[in-house]
């Protein structure tokens, strides 16, 4: 060993002004000598593997750790490379135990260097400090210490000039990927929509990498399913009307003169119609979502979500208590508190004689009064449901008929509608009420 001058480091085995980190802390491996080493932080505040001591008598090194001769497994294919955090490159080398291992981390030549990106040293492509935006995602880029490009600032719109924008122009529907997040452009082309973020890895706007069994999602118009294993996507066939959370979408929803229940989270690719004294009633999951280009629910028809809220906020009931007077006798008190929404409901019980005087009170306090859209299920009195949640987004929306979400019976509160829509017309009836007793 050597000791480094002149005020400099040892860093990954080379002497340098600053120390810069080799490894994640903990991380092992095994030597070529057959050893185990671990990452662990040095005095000089960066991470470095550390050599430990040599496997015992009928033992080989595996992983980093010490196992049965005959127990060692392939840690990599042989003679592959890769690089480093600290810029340097390993080699997947066959130890005497037959098994394969990385090598401990190697510098690069002079005028080389291993980017953590790439797998292999090669030419310095940039200098440290120069910025530029990234030509893979929405990102600006700086060059760092070693001459490779890294990420910096990542961007919520586009990058431009080294520098993040507010603005973006972009082809209404496409997506991409921004880091690990999929975002589609939206309907003006001149924004990037947050839709998911990735498990795993984001791959020309779809999630890559390893999945939920069973899971489903779309890859544009492809509906696709996580197979068995959780280790790849199983696409089916293209949809003609467009896919939504991993199915296949219906072009339009007609419901002509008669009574039909859904519940969930729908999507039409045109038109939904409610007519000729038709009903949709809401299902016993007390929510709907419906999502078209227009929405029309023409005169005399409804649709129905009273009596499905089950939310366990602002639930009343009846409420009871004791109370001590002035002159030291307990009383009883107790009253009924009617369930709560967006308002809030109290009830009080007391009464006076002579000295026996005493009061309490109950209060249930509103929820989901913090914005817009923030609505739900309306809660429960005991046995009693509130009203549901109805939900519908469209270019058009006409009502003449009626929405409801109301609670009928035994002090449930009314639940939520939301109707979000560039146009929204008609003179029909919009109802979120409560039953008696509450709010």
């Known amino acids: 060993a050597q000791a480094c001058a002149g005020g400099t480091t040892c860093s990954g085995g080379v002497c340098q002004a600053s120390c810069v980190n080799q490894c994640t802390a903990a991380a092992k491996q095994c030597a070529s000598t057959g050893a185990p080493v671990v990452c662990q932080q040095l005095t000089s505040g960066c ?46 080398v066959t130890l005497s135990s037959g098994c394969t291992e990385w090598s401990l981390p190697v510098a690069c030549v002079s005028g080389q260097t291993c980017a953590s990106t790439a797998s292999a040293c090669a030419v310095v492509r940039c200098t440290a400090g120069d910025k530029r935006c990234s030509t893979t995602q929405a990102a600006v880029e700086t060059c760092d210490v070693n001459g490779n490009w890294v990420v910096s600032s990542q961007c919520p719109q586009a990058c431009s000039n080294a520098q993040c924008t507010a603005t973006a122009s972009c082809q209404p529907g496409t997506v991409r990927c921004n880091g690990t997040d999929v975002e589609s452009c ?88 409610i007519r000729n004294q038709g009903q949709l009633r809401v299902g016993p999951t007390g ?24 939310d366990t906020r602002g639930e009343g009931g009846a409420r009871s208590g004791t109370c001590r007077s002035s002159c030291g006798y307990n009383y009883s008190r107790s009253c009924t508190v009617g369930s709560a929404y967006g308002v809030s409901t109290s009830c009080s019980s007391g009464g006076s004689y002579s000295c026996y005087d005493c009061a309490l009170s109950w209060s249930v306090s509103a929820y989901d009064r913090d914005d817009d859209l923030s609505i739900s299920k309306g809660s429960k009195f005991g046995t009693a449901k509130g009203g549901g949640l109805v939900q519908l987004i469209a270019e058009s929306v006409q009502v003449n008929g009626q929405i409801t979400a109301n609670a009928l019976n035994g002090g449930g509160s009314g639940g939520g509608v939301l109707i979000a829509a560039n146009a929204l017309t008609g003179n029909g009836v919009i109802q979120a009420s409560g039953s008696a007793g509450s709010p």
Do not use: F, H
Not at 191 to 220: D, F, H, I, Q
């Open 47 to 92: 991470t470095d593997w550390v050599l430990q001591s040599a496997c015992a008598a009928g033992q080989v090194c595996s992983g980093g750790t010490c196992v049965n001769s005959s127990s060692c497994t392939n840690q990599c294919t042989a003679g592959a490379t890769r690089c480093t955090a600290g810029g340097q490159q390993q080699t997947c």
């Open 186 to 273: 939206n309907a003006q082309g001149t924004a990037w929509l947050y839709r998911e973020t990735c498990s795993a890895t984001c791959s020309a706007g779809v999630c890559t990498g390893t999945c939920t069994a069973g899971e489903k999602r779309c890859n544009g118009a492809v509906p696709e399913t996580c197979n068995s294993g959780g280790t790849a996507w199983t696409a089916a066939q293209s949809c003609a009307n467009g896919c939504y959370l991993g199915g296949c979408m219906d072009q339009d929803l007609i419901i002509d003169g008669v009574t039909t229940t859904l519940e969930g989270d729908l999507k039409y690719s045109n038109n939904v119609i």
């Open 287 to 310: 929510r709907l979502k419906l999502t078209a280009k227009n929405i029309t629910v023409e005169a005399n028809t409804t649709i129905n979500a009273n009596d499905l809220g089950d």
